[in-house]
């Protein structure tokens, strides 16, 4: 531990188990494992002197943000040194002209916005969890929000990173944010790549002008099927919402028991919360075909907000929805599927049924737009195998995604909860193939080892034999 405090000094560590076990988790609190320590650089060259270190000493690591993660990808399983990255918090430049921003890792995402609201522009990923969690969690997950149905998840907001690769040495990606540059999107590649190819500490991020005009709209509907149909159909209006969320009559139950209740009514089936944005001349054409398309799938009662006061009411609600559940719940377990818009009554109606199989109350509150789907399975660790339960119904979920051509994560990520969940989608010669670019980045697998990739296959040890034997 010396030589660790020596990089960042004796008052930016920790090893003593009582503290370590704050670390022992992050938002994925099912599986639980304390790090050997957990040091906190204040710059990138204490992040590549630690890198450095355990990398020569062949000591396992990970990086940490927020832990606001849901997938598990911050758990240390194998005693990892944990980089926590929250004292790299700063907002190093803003450039309005060219519309970017750079920020360390450490940087909390609603901050941002925060940050440059005044001179009127914004971020636009926003996650849920915008206000506690970093623009560097952010890029490791790839994360979303509701309003990336118009303007994209992270990976389209990003202009440029310096990377501390598991070697130590750092790279710059994109340097000047000036994106499209010749050769291979290694952009792409890191952002999303869940902290197993290199350990992000600057990042240069694209911002937006506020749009001139915004309008949210509030639908109340007798039956799921009615507002799963209405989702598609202002789609194919060829309207593009800037966010087009949806809950269910448990997810309801649950925000309004939370922390900012609007006065939903408790025996509705679904509602769905629509904002559209842009130029001003415009929005009401739009906000009025979208009321149309409530009325024709027999909309119980849809209302538009009539004050800042009232959209940011209902946005609050919605934005607590996974917190919410502990309101209704001891536990639940939040998946990510995401799927095709027009299978979404199908997917639904088959989530119900998994509730029903596993008997466990099953919270539908999610990014309908573009089909990114949030279970959240309700459930009591306290007694006996409900936890087990819960993680095959969840299971359960992504294989119901995936069968209808799907995907098992839109933005959590996959972590350690979903990496079996991965031969839901890909073969495996394709997971081989992915596991081979980590080989590149990350040789030792030192960094955040066993998350992302199901373990080997018996098919792919097979072959690991067989070529292993030809080569000798």
Known sequence: ??????????????????????????????????????????????????????????????????GTGLSGGAIPLNEE??????????????DYENRQAVVQPGFVNLKLTNSI?????????????????????????????????????????????????????????SENGIPDTPGYDLLGLLTGSEGTLGIVTKITVRILKNPQGKQTVLAYFDDVEDGSHAVSDIVSAGIVPAALEMMD????????????????????????????????????????????VCHVRNVREVKVAQSEEERGAWWANRKT???????????????????PRSTLPGVLSNIAKI????GLRIANIFHAGDGNL????????????????????????????ADVGGSITGEHGVG????????????????????????????????NQGKLFPTPSRCMDVKKIVKDTVAH
């Open 117 to 173: 609201s005044d001179k009127g522009y914004y971020y636009a990923p926003d996650p849920s969890s915008q206000y506690v969690c970093t623009i560097g969690g952010n890029v490791a997950e790839n994360a979303g929000g509701a309003h990336c149905l118009k303007y994209g998840v992270t990976t389209n907001h990003i202009l440029g990173l310096e990377v501390v690769l598991p070697n130590g040495e750092v790279i710059e990606i």
């Open 355 to 358: 509730s029903k199989e596993y």
């Open 416 to 447: 350690i909860e979903k990496k079996e969940e991965m031969r839901f989608i890909f073969s495996d010669e394709e997971l081989e193939a992915q596991t081979r670019i980590r080989e590149v980045f990350n040789p030792e697998n030192l960094l």
């Open 81 to 94: 040194v944990i980089i926590s990255l929250v004292k790299m918090k700063k907002l190093l430049s803003v």
């Open 1 to 66: 531990m010396d030589q660790l405090a020596n990089i960042v000094g004796t008052d930016d560590i920790l090893f003593k188990k009582a503290d370590l076990l704050s670390y022992d988790c992050d938002g994925f609190a099912i599986e639980k494992a304390l790090p050997k320590a957990v040091v906190f650089p204040k710059n990138t060259e204490e992040v590549a002197a630690l890198v450095k270190y355990c990398s020569e000493h062949q000591i396992p690591f990970l990086a940490r943000g927020a």
């Open 321 to 339: 929805g996974f917190g919410a559940m502990g309101a209704i719940s001891p536990d639940y377990l939040v998946q990510d599927g995401v799927i």
């Open 249 to 292: 009559k448990i997810a309801i139950e649950g925000v309004e028991a939370g922390a900012f209740p609007v006065g939903h009514p408790k025996d509705i089936e679904a509602l769905l919360l629509i904002e559209v944005d842009g130029i001003t001349a415009g929005i009401e054409e739009q906000i009025e075909e979208i009321l149309q």
């Open 374 to 401: 949030h279970p959240l399975i309700l459930f009591d660790s306290r007694v006996p195998g409900e936890t087990e339960k819960a993680l095959k119904a969840g299971s359960a979920c992504l294989k119901a995604c």
